[in-house]
């Protein structure tokens, strides 16, 4: 089968895109507004831009009403979020957080989710999650017709990794990280085993 991308309505090329371009790693991101509410949700237009300095992309689409979600908003606004890596036993709570609450209500206080503090970041991290970039915005760029996406770009400015996942040397065993993925409509993909090539 051969389509016209350019021409599918927007939900039916929202369907081909996230159901091919996959697995997408998941940010689970943590904002805190200046009164300590605090916001989470899950975004998969998520991925790794830069290392010089580490910087991370993550797309917002616009409400229908054309408002940011709570998330974009509060990273305007107070300019830094924690983006926390999602492993198995967070799947169900995460995806639980994708609910669109009223502003004022926190999703981590609704699904019983503890956020501790990051530690030389003024923003908070899912307690239960074993690594999380905590992280300020750069800038966001508006991309796209109608609603259209507002694409964060952030800087990872300071990392939380569990040690259960480092060697002595304290390097990262990439086998122990188990991060949920997101494939196409509600799949999820787990990690399977790992193998790896000797670069050419
Ligand atoms: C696994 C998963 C990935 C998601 N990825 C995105 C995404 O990349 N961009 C987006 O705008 N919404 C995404 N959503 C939907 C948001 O999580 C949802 O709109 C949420 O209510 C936004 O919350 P907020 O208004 O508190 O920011 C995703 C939902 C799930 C379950």
Redesign the pocket.
């Known amino acids: 089968m051969h389509l016209d991308a350019t021409t599918l309505p927007a939900r039916d090329a929202y369907a081909w895109l996230t159901g091919l371009v996959v697995p997408r790693p ?1 940010a689970w ?1 943590t904002t805190r507004d200046d009164d300590g509410h605090v ?8 991925n790794a831009l830069a290392s010089d300095p580490p910087m991370v992309t ?4 616009t409400r229908r009403d054309g408002s940011d ?5 509060l990273l305007r606004k107070t300019g830094r979020c924690c983006v926390n890596l999602v492993e198995e036993p967070d799947l169900d709570r ?2 639980a ?5 009223p ?1 004022h209500e926190s ?1 981590a206080a609704r699904y019983g989710i503890d956020v501790v503090a990051c530690d030389g970041f003024d923003g908070v991290r899912v307690a239960s999650a074993r690594a999380a970039l905590c992280c300020v915005l750069v800038d966001v760029h508006r991309y796209g017709r109608k609603q259209g ?1 507002g694409l964060a770009v952030l800087e990872v400015t300071r990392l939380f990794v569990d040690d259960a996942l480092l060697d002595p040397a304290g390097r990262l065993v990439p086998e122990r990280l188990r991060p949920v993925a ?1 494939l196409g409509g509600n799949a ?1 993909a787990l990690p399977g085993p790992h193998t790896s090539r000797d670069r050419p």
């Open positions: 998941i991101i916001n989470l949700a899950p975004f998969s237009y998520f993550v797309a917002f689409a979600k709570d998330t974009l908003r995460m995806n957080t994708s609910a669109e609450l502003a999703e996406v997101r999820y």
